[in-house]
């Protein structure tokens, strides 16, 4: 009977406009994912100021730092300074209004005051802050004597690179910092999207449940198939919502992969850089822990919503359940920090949480295997346990209506 009900609940809702909607969405963030550091560099460029124009008010009576910032003006191709010495403030701010400029930067002493028409251009903001504390490290270095080739020796850059040893190694590797970065975006996406698939599924399974409870079909079902049929039918039927999305997402991955490893796509569409290939071993492990969380959490939505006796009253029951959801996102989300760190250990072993926090880690780091297959075996036993207390409270649930029972009824349900 449960392939029934299985068949159902797929045919139902695979058509529904959200289940659409998602999974287009997902097929649209593979082929985002794969064009990763070409949109990342064009999305940095366009958002830096590619020319910076400055009318310059020195008000103070002390030397000040206009002569280094016309010095800089005159280094650097992409910065423009007008000494707008003789006007007053509402004369040089006209000016900055009429041909259309970076802003106007007030000078009085130590203090600088930039006036500006978009002050919430953060980036144009914080780069015209580099340009005048460079400007005020020249300044310093004058006044104590040093010369041009000193402070560019005081200030160069230090050689800087990580590289990792694990302890049973001897040889290590060089850390990429952009390929870091790059993963980071892309564990992020998916994290992202097992996070929205939770919550959908979730929801969807105490949906169904709560409508034909609703509706009274359910008195009907129950005469012909047992509960926890009716349980199974339904997290199973949704789950093959999600198998076949993921089968989609996989394929759509597979796809850019073998695109971007050829020159075809990226001189299709004009893109010298070359396509970044979702890595197959990534797609993989968001599959597993993507339907190690849905079952976990899939079992518990379809009790809260056989607690309930209208659709109405359905965000009531699940809320908690969604916070729970929440809280492995962000705890994911902070584990991006520091993935080996005892917090991310720790909330990658809890049922709750492991499905998000653990594959972070997984895209992130190189967690030991002993803590990964400890992840997987905590998640699949406590699927069999939450499981098994949903389908008590579930077969006794969808025969309740009225007012919603409380948690001590609950506990009295699990304990009969």
Known sequence: MIPV?????????????????TTVVGVLVFIGLSFLPPIMERLSSSIAPKHIELV????????????FLLQLSQEREDLTIRDASGLDERAAYAMVLDENLSGLLLIDGPLCTLVTPDSKNVVLNEEIENVVNQAATLWRATQLGLTQDEMQSLFHAVDFRIREVAPE????????????????VLAYFLLFMIYMALILYGNMVASGVAEEKSSRIMEVMVSTVKPVELMFGKII?????????????ISTGLVM???????????LLGVAEPLRAVPLGGILWFGLYFLLGYFFYASIFAAAGALVSRVEEVSQVVSLLMMFIMVGFFGAYFSFLNPNSSFAVTTSLIPFT??????????????????????VVIMLLAIAVGTWLSSKIYRIGILLYGKRPSLGQVARFLKG
Do not use: N
Not at 56 to 67: A, C, F
């Open 5 to 21: 009900l299985v068949k159902r609940e797929f045919t139902t809702r695979v058509k529904g406009t959200a289940y659409i909607l």
């Open 56 to 67: 310059v008010l020195d008000q103070g009576i002390e030397s000040s730092h206009l002569p």
């Open 169 to 184: 190694q001897e040889d290590g590797r060089e850390v990429d910092q952009v390929a870091q970065t790059q993963a980071m």
């Open 237 to 249: 039927g949704v789950g093959a919502l999600g198998l076949l999305q993921f089968f989609v997402w």
């Open 257 to 267: 992969t073998f695109l971007g490893r050829t020159s075809f796509l990226g001189g």
């Open 354 to 375: 492991a499905p998000m926090v653990m594959f972070a880690r997984i895209m992130l780091a190189d967690p030991p295997l002993v803590q990964v297959a400890a992840s």
